[in-house]
């Protein structure tokens, strides 16, 4: 990645920042301005969560909704508009999960890792903006089990005990695994 790269998408956070500010303050261009350069990022979250394309579209618009509404919180010195609105949309898509019945769990965590989709899908247009090629570099430094975990943890909302019956493993040692492999995430990102 070359020191370009590097300032333009710092440039485009700084932007998406200005954005999510200004709508917060009812400026609705803004807001207009903040959900094309988004939605499709946001989509991505959703879509990687739910792996149903209208719940995510659906859970999208609530995001929205709730972003307008709510983005006079939003604090800039804690964390960027992107990861903010990222949260938003993951705990959105959570809820919806744990509004469905017990019967409707997706596939087990080694066949999550290894599917493909040919087709171009909103969750490949997620990563490629801004802070998701740092984070998937960070990702890919993950020993693969901490890495199953953790992505499982984050994009389901699984807790610590599915994860321990899922993978077959001691309760313990998958919090272990966790918090090591949060601990390393925390430094390569913050490098």
Request: charged share 25%; net charge negative; proline share 4%.
């Amino acid at each position: 990645m070359t020191a370009s790269t590097l300032q333009d998408r710092d440039e485009q956070a700084m932007q998406v920042d200005a954005w999510l500010s200004a709508a917060g303050r009812g400026d609705q261009r803004a807001f207009e301005s903040l959900y094309q350069a988004t939605s499709s990022m946001l989509l991505g979250v959703c879509m990687r969560v739910l792996s149903d394309r209208s719940e995510a579209e659906d859970v999208l618009q609530e995001v929205y909704v709730t972003v307008w509404r709510k983005a006079v919180q939003f604090d800039s010195a804690r964390a960027r508009a992107s990861t903010w609105m990222g949260t938003i949309a993951r705990n959105r898509c959570i809820d919806r999960l744990r509004g469905q019945p017990a019967s409707a769990m997706r596939a087990p965590m080694e066949v999550l890792d290894f599917a493909e989709d040919p087709s171009p899908s909103p969750a490949a247009h997620a990563e490629s903006s801004m802070e998701r090629a740092q984070l998937d570099d960070c990702i890919d430094q993950l020993e693969p089990k901490r890495k199953v975990l953790i992505r499982t943890a984050f994009f389901e909302g699984a807790t610590y005990e599915e994860l321990s019956a899922r993978s077959g493993s001691p309760l313990g040692s998958v919090k272990s695994w966790i918090r090591r492999g949060l601990l390393q995430l925390r430094a390569c990102l913050e490098s």
